[in-house]
Structures are given as C-alpha cells and as structure tokens.
C-alpha cells in the first residue's frame, strides 16, 4: 500500500516535465476574406507549409484558422504574414470590420 502511493507521488511530480517537454502549442488565428472550399484549402496549404507548423485546420463557418505548432520555431508571426500576403486578413478580434480579398472575391465596382 505504501508502495502505491510513493509511485502515485513520483507520477505526480514527474507528468509535467513530461508534458512540457516537446509539447505543441496552438492558437486559433481569426481570418477574414475565406469564401469558398478554394480559399480554405489554399490557406492550410501555405500555413502548413511554414516551418515550425505541425498541423493547421480552417473553417470557413467561423472564419478560423487553428496552428498546432512547435513553440521552439515560433511561426506564428510568418503564419499571419503568409496569410495576409494571399490577401486574406488576419484580424485580431472577431468585431473588427475589415474587409479583404480573397481569391474569389470578383465584385464587379470597379
Ligand atoms: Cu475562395
């Protein structure tokens, strides 16, 4: 019984580090301009392709775009550039009213 609980300790005392270590971060980017199934996979292409990223999933319903990445690389800062060069915009919150072209954005205005 005593043995019991002196490995229920050392496990206490050892699963953070072992969470810590090697452990990916995530954040959810929120994107304006996504459109159509084009838009969505264009932008998980060009975000999966930043180094640093492990995984990355948009939906176009709620506009966000989630990075599963290597917090060491730290991509997030040329994830929201890859973005925004494709000529969508990464917003910093939900409210915020800008607009933005994306690939099929064709109002004919001009
Ligand atoms: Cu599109």
């Not at 264009?42 to 599963?68: F, H, L, N, P, Y």
């Not at 994306?102 to 004919?108: A, E, S, V």
């Given at each position: 019984?005593?043995r019991l609980l002196v490995l ?31 838009c969505v996979s264009m932008v ?67």
């Amino acid at each position: 019984m005593k043995r019991l609980l002196v490995l229920l300790l050392s496990l206490a005392f050892l699963t953070p580090s072992v969470i810590a270590a090697g452990e990916k971060e995530k954040t959810v980017l929120k994107v304006k301009g996504m459109h159509c199934a084009s838009c969505v996979s264009m932008v998980r292409k060009s975000v999966k392709k930043v180094d640093g990223v492990e995984e990355a999933s948009v939906s176009i319903e709620t506009g966000e775009v989630t990075v599963v990445y290597d917090p060491a690389k730290k991509p997030v800062e040329s994830v929201v550039k890859a973005i925004n060069k494709m000529g969508y915009k990464v917003v910093d919150d939900a409210s915020s009213a800008a607009t933005s072209k994306g690939c099929c954005d064709t109002k004919t205005d001009e």
